[in-house]
T-cell receptor, first 116, second 112 residues
Framework: GAVVSQHPSRVICKSGTSVKIECRSLDFQATTMFWYRQFPKQSLMLMATSNEGSKATYEQGVEKDKFLINHASLTLSTLTVTSAHPEDSSFYIC????????????FGPGTRLLVL | QKEVEQDPGPLSVPEGAIVSLNCTYSNSAFQYFMWYRQYSRKGPELLMY????GNKEDGRFTAQVDKSSKYISLFIRDSQPSDSATYLC????????????FGTGTSLTVIP
């Protein structure tokens, strides 16, 4: 199956700093990648849809100036949490779409962010 | 009304039991139906993918889609302790911009 990697897997940072999370599709090209946030014992909450070469589409309630998304190539999307605060602590998961017809998404292993 | 409804459980079964997990949905345009398994502190792993109605079998797993009832199921035969995880259903349609709609997930524990 298709493989998606995420780096780092875990990060601890001080309040006010910025954190960058990378999402890579290792064995396929992904025109579209997605960023999700997951709280404990809850389902995935879509934050934004990232399309290669264009601006990301953010879901309602997600601050685009705080969660910067860049999709510079067909295999890499990055999420930068700017000026992180403790309430940003969460599990962030990316996924990459294989195919262009809404067929399926393959998820990365997730990044656990803890802001102190 | 949520797009996708899934009983969160928790569901606890003895090893070897048949497990039935279900989701209902409201959008008749959904065409792609997926089941993901998520272990604690890990990303979701694709288990089954079905297009439109019908059944699909892969080893101990069987996915069923009934579009007329807007109902999908995942059956796990001969359940194993390693099947203990949260199972998420997801669905999408081309006319919704390929956005995935997830159920809340069902927590399953298989007791040895």
């Amino acid at each position: 199956g298709a493989v998606v990697s995420q780096h780092p897997s875990r990060v601890i940072c001080k309040s006010g700093t910025s954190v960058k999370i990378e999402c890579r599709s290792l064995d396929f090209q992904a025109t579209t990648m997605f960023w999700y946030r997951q709280f404990p014992k809850q389902s995935l909450m879509l934050m934004a849809t990232s399309n290669e070469g264009s601006k990301a589409t953010y879901e309602q309630g997600v601050e685009k100036d705080k969660f910067l998304i860049n999709h510079a190539s067909l295999t890499l999307s990055t999420l930068t949490v700017t000026s992180a605060h403790p309430e940003d602590s969460s599990f962030y998961i990316c996924s990459a779409e294989q195919g262009s017809g809404g067929e399926t998404q393959y998820f990365g292993p997730g990044t656990r962010l803890l802001v102190l | 009304q949520k797009e996708v409804e899934q009983d969160p459980g928790p569901l606890s079964v003895p090893e070897g039991a048949i497990v039935s997990l279900n989701c209902t949905y409201s959008n008749s345009a959904f065409q792609y139906f997926m089941w993901y398994r998520q272990y604690s502190r890990k990303g979701p792993e694709l288990l089954m993918y079905t297009y439109s109605s019908g059944n699909k079998e892969d080893g101990r797993f069987t996915a069923q889609v009934d579009k007329s009832s807007k109902y999908i199921s995942l059956f796990i035969r001969d359940s194993q302790p390693s099947d203990s995880a949260t199972y998420l259903c997801a669905m999408s349609a081309v006319n919704t911009g390929n956005q995935f709609y997830f159920g809340t997930g069902t927590s399953l524990t298989v007791i040895p």
